[in-house]
Every structure is written in structure tokens, then in C-alpha cells.
């Protein structure tokens, strides 16, 4: 008889329900910043956006990614999020229905960044000639 084997690689992204629950934590977070529960002068100042929550296989570890609204003070708020760990990791802990509450850590979300660069990077006269339809073909 042979025995089968369930060695099955998670996908890119990761399993299913490393999927949902990431997606429920960033859903989390964001409410928490967007109700104003962090008393934290730097967060108070800025408006900030959750554009994605990756977590650890075991769920046990939660990388969040921020960006506050503009691009400005990024290090500043990640800072200031940094202080109020404790306290949104609590927050997190009544909101999201886990055995044990993820530890968190705040990373900046630099896909913005990214995009911008490609967009300039296509914008170069030599991009431009390279795209442009050849005028010698008719």
C-alpha cells in the first residue's frame, strides 16, 4: 500500500487562513487608527493607511504595513506605533478571535515608492524613443 504524501507548498502569498486572518487584523488596526484610540501625539497629527498585514505561518507574528497619508514623517509614525505596541496588540487581541494574540511589528509600506519610480523610470526619453511606433515602417 502507499502511503500518500501532503507535503503541499503553501502559495505565494500564504495559506488561506494565514490570508483571512491577516486580513482581519489589518481590518483591526485600521478601525483602531481610524477611531482615534491611540493617544499618541504623532498619530494624532496624521492620517494613516493599512494597505497590507502579512502573517507568520504559525499566526504568531503579524508585519504590518503603514503609510501615512502624503508619505510624510513615515519614520515618525512608525515610531510612534513602535511606543504603542502594547496597546494595539491588546486592542488587536479583543477584536480578532485567535488562540493567542500575534505579536506585531510596523513596517513602511514602500509599494508607493516603488510605483513612482517605475512611473518616472517610463517617463525617460530613452523609455519614450523605445515605445514610440517606428515612423521608418510605412
Known sequence: MQKRSNNRAAPAGGSQRQLRVAETVRHAIADILTQGLVHDPVLEGHLVTVPEVRMSADLKLATIYVMPLGGRDTADVIEALDRNRKFLRGEIARRVN???????????????????RIEKLLRTPAVQRDLAPDSDES
Open 98 to 116: 485567535l488562540k493567542f494574540a500575534p505579536d506585531i511589528r510596523f513596517r513602511a509600506d514602500e509599494r508607493f515608492d516603488e510605483a513612482e
